[in-house]
């Protein structure tokens, strides 16, 4: 069942769609379909909430339908009990069912840190041509690189604390200091936004919710056809922030630098892990550039 919501001239449109396990996914669209679609995936724990100020951005609207869903066992998706069902075959067929059920095909995928790591599976599993394009916004190219992408502090502090089953504290107090961190300046932001960034950290089980980064999806991940997107001229441009708490850019360029003839990397000196919702227009307008030349629009 779909429902749309008029926001200024471009109405949203928000849709469960059903996986090929039966999972439902949860997905809104944004602007004029027969556009070239950019697809927004999100990070590790959060929802596609952290998209709702760029689905709306005329700018990019001007040429691009806009797409953004939940992951599997985030937001408002559903969130399977096992970790086998975390696949990368699952998460590939996540991310094509939601682009078929709104007629997109060949999108540029976008991906936000743990985010990133779809388009390996997605390509893995349809085809080195399945994607126009890839863009990495502070993110990991795919999972087995997590070691040297991921800092030190995310390794060692937050996983295993907001993972943890007998500590509640432990666990509400890692996930405002997750929240907190993704910024670098948290006290500018809006209450409502960050509040509704924090309550997307706790929809999850503890259990659950390293399933999307843990081995039940990383050891059935394969980057060949990742890399053979980039020898066959798929274009990636990798958005780094120079003060990003979560990834190390430079460790995200040098897994894939050599092996991408099409590769293009901007990196915000001051930029936080969010710096395309801090600096929005810098962001955008990087965006904006590439999937131009991407698209030829």
Do not use: C
Request: hydrophobic letters at 45%.
């Amino acid at each position: 069942m779909a429902s749309a919501v008029l926001h200024a001239t471009f109405s949203l449109t928000e849709r469960y769609v059903s996986s090929s396990d039966g999972t439902q996914i949860f997905a809104q669209a944004v602007g004029q379909p027969h556009l070239p679609t950019l697809v927004f995936v999100h990070g590790f724990a959060l929802s596609a909430l952290v998209w709702a100020h760029i689905l709306h951005d005329t700018n990019l609207l001007r040429y691009f339908h806009l797409l953004a869903y939940d992951l599997r066992g985030h937001g408002r998706s559903g969130k399977p009990a096992k970790e086998a069902d975390y696949s990368s075959k699952l998460g590939a067929d996540d991310f094509v069912a939601v682009t078929k059920a709104f007629n997109v095909t060949k999108p540029l995928f976008i991906g936000w840190s743990l985010g990133g790591t779809y388009a390996s599976d997605v390509l893995q599993h349809y085809g080195p041509d399945a994607l126009s394009g890839i863009i990495w916004t502070a993110g990991l190219p795919y999972l087995a690189v997590s070691p040297v992408v991921l800092t030190p502090w995310v390794q060692n502090t937050v996983l295993p604390a907001i993972s943890s089953v007998d500590n509640a504290t432990l666990g509400l107090s890692i996930r405002q200091e997750f929240t907190n961190a993704l910024f670098n300046h948290p006290e500018k932001v809006p209450i409502g936004v960050l509040w509704s960034w924090l309550g997307s950290t706790t929809l999850q089980d503890p259990v659950k919710i390293t399933f999307p980064a843990g081995p039940g999806r990383g050891n059935t991940q394969d980057p060949t056809n990742l890399f053979e997107a980039g020898n066959m001229g798929v274009p990636l441009l990798i958005i780094n922030g120079g003060a990003d708490r979560f990834v190390i850019g430079e460790e995200t360029v040098k897994a894939v630098k050599g092996k991408w003839k099409d590769l293009t990397v901007y990196t915000a000196k001051n930029g936080s892990h969010v710096f395309f919702y801090e600096e929005k227009e810098e962001y955008v307008a990087q965006v904006l550039q590439f999937a131009r030349r991407v698209f030829k629009v």
